[in-house]
T-cell receptor, first 111, second 123 residues
Framework: GESVGLHLPTLSVQEGDNSIINCAYSNSASDYFIWYKQESGKGPQFIIDIRSNMDKRQGQRVTVLLNKTVKHLSLQIAATQPGDSAVYFC??????????FGKGNQVVVIP | DGGITQSPKYLFRKEGQNVTLSCEQNLNHDAMYWYRQDPGQGLRLIYY???????QKGDIAEGYSVSREKKESFPLTVTSAQKNPTAFYLC??????????????????????FGDGTRLSIL
């Protein structure tokens, strides 16, 4: 199927290394942020979220960092595996329970 | 298993034809959403519904229509007025909370969960 990753910024990472994916958000009033992973031909899959009263949150092999001062969000993936190859989107809260999504970053894991 | 089911997976539309994309969820979520995704792009909001029998336009609602007659269902119709309908359509659902300090407006503190999409193409 057609790749959702076409013409996206691409991060190539060696299997076993750590990956860092960055996202700049626009609204200083946003108080909730989410990272999604999307594989080709599938819908986005929830990875981890963070609220603005935190600056770090950890999950299984993933860590999200939030820097409200510079409106920056990052996702760190430890010990990257081939199954981590996908497009990763950040999303920030808007009014009325809506989300605004970034354009995405393609991650390619090299075996 | 709980989840969101979109059908069909692939759909073809002829010129001047309306087509309807199905979205069903059994997560008991109040809110449902439709997005459009084009290659190399993020998700753009078409319509959303926070509760049964109510829905609002998103950022790109022109040429689309929706209904929300049941909590678990939120079908999207792509009308002939939508001149560039070829895209990947994604449906999502979520819970939401009232924010007591913002005049009781609903705010996001729950992730949206997505179906696996319908790819619409023009014949």
């Amino acid at each position: 199927g057609e790749s959702v990753g076409l013409h996206l910024p691409t991060l190539s990472v060696q299997e076993g290394d750590n990956s860092i994916i960055n996202c700049a958000y626009s609204n200083s009033a946003s108080d909730y942020f989410i990272w999604y992973k999307q594989e080709s031909g599938k819908g986005p899959q929830f990875i981890i979220d963070i609220r603005s009263n935190m600056d770090k949150r950890q999950g299984q092999r993933v860590t999200v960092l939030l820097n409200k001062t510079v409106k920056h969000l990052s996702l760190q993936i430890a010990a990257t595996q081939p199954g981590d190859s996908a497009v990763y989107f950040c999303a920030e809260s808007r009014g009325n329970n809506r989300l605004a999504f970034g354009k995405g970053n393609q991650v390619v894991v090299i075996p | 298993d709980g989840g969101i089911t979109q059908s069909p997976k692939y759909l073809f539309r002829k010129e001047g034809q309306n087509v309807t994309l199905s979205c069903e969820q059994n997560l008991n979520h109040d809110a449902m959403y439709w997005y459009r995704q084009d290659p190399g792009q993020g998700l753009r909001l078409i319509y959303y519904s926070q509760i049964v029998n109510d829905f609002q336009k998103g950022d790109i609602a022109e040429g689309y229509s929706v209904s929300r007659e049941k909590k678990e269902s939120f079908p999207l119709t792509v009308t002939s007025a939508q001149k560039n309908p070829t895209a990947f359509y994604l449906c999502a659902s979520s819970n939401w909370d009232w924010e007591p300090t913002r005049d009781r407006e609903p705010y996001s503190n729950q992730p949206q969960h997505f179906g696996d999409g319908t790819r619409l193409s023009i014949l």
